[in-house]
């Protein structure tokens, strides 16, 4: 049968309309895979955290063994007489670059699960990075391992890392820079702290055989101004580590706590300062 003779040889119109279907029902389909990866990670991290048990309540004489600079900012946030938290769902926006030459920045929506009993995350973004095809990426720090995963148009992976020594320590480092919005974790059996000077103070976190220190630098009275660590940007073999801060700016209180709800977060490159995501708190719930 010769369809050119019946006339169904479709118009340049109809096959872009086929094309545009076919696309949009891949994508759908790429789009419901990947989230339901997510879903199930998301399960298992859950479940880790419900089974963890810790003491509730939080004392004045919890404090005592910390830098004098840390309890001051514990009280300054208000943490005495709280339960300690156990999770943290996050709804974030902001601004962010992918590299120093970008132009424009993009901007992010992402959510994101800690657990905090036993240290571990999960964050999930979209972008926006090409004219109405959505990049999807995907952070995991679970049992000391960490992996990430990015899909363009929740199809194509441009990046999928799988656990390795330096990705594993460069999550933890995460999770210890981001303590402030948990700050009842400062008091948790997995973290160490030492005095730097008078305005400084240092948290070590030792978990799954890996360990990650951070600085604390605070104000006179107690506001803490940033964190700061040497972290893993890159997890190659030739990957060294680099400056990597977090500025605090505006707060809420929630539950009770002041926690910071603007993180400008930056890498210390060879050509200086790269200010790469303005992290905005757009909600926050704890779980105790």
């Excluded at 005592?64 to 001051?72: F, S």
């Amino acid at each position: 049968m010769n369809i050119l003779k019946l006339g169904f040889w479709p118009t340049a119109a109809a096959l872009i309309l086929l094309l545009i279907i076919f696309g949009l029902t891949v994508t759908a389909i790429g789009k419901w895979q990947f989230e339901k990866e997510i879903a199930a990670e998301m399960e298992k991290l859950k479940a880790e955290n419900s089974n963890s048990t810790v003491d509730q309540s939080i004392n004045k004489t919890d404090l005592k063994a910390l830098p004098e600079i840390v309890q001051l900012w514990l009280n300054k946030v208000g943490v005495v007489g709280k339960n300690r938290i156990t999770a943290v769902n996050l709804r974030q926006t902001g601004q962010m670059k992918l590299n120093p030459e970008q132009k424009k920045w993009y901007k992010p929506e992402a959510e994101q699960f800690i657990t905090v009993s036993e240290p571990g995350f999960l964050w999930q973004v979209d972008l926006a990075m090409l004219p109405a095809i959505k990049t999807k990426g995907r952070d995991l720090f679970y049992q000391g391992n960490a992996s990430m995963l990015i899909k363009i148009g929740y199809l194509l992976p441009v990046v999928d890392q799988g656990a390795n020594a330096k990705i594993n320590e460069s999550a933890l480092h995460r999770f210890l820079l981001e303590l402030p919005w948990y700050p009842t974790a400062a008091l948790n059996d997995y973290l160490v702290w030492e005095k730097v000077d008078a305005n400084t103070a240092r948290a070590t976190i030792s978990y799954q055989g890996v360990e990650a220190s951070a600085d604390f630098i605070f104000d006179q009275e107690g506001n803490l101004l940033r964190t700061e660590a040497m972290r893993y940007k890159e997890s190659g073999e030739s990957a060294e580590r680099l400056k990597c801060s977090g500025e605090l700016d505006s707060y809420q209180e929630i539950d009770g706590m002041k926690i910071p709800t603007e993180i400008d977060v930056s890498w210390y490159l060879d050509s200086g300062k790269f200010s790469w995501f303005k992290v905005k708190v757009e909600e926050i719930e704890f779980e105790y």
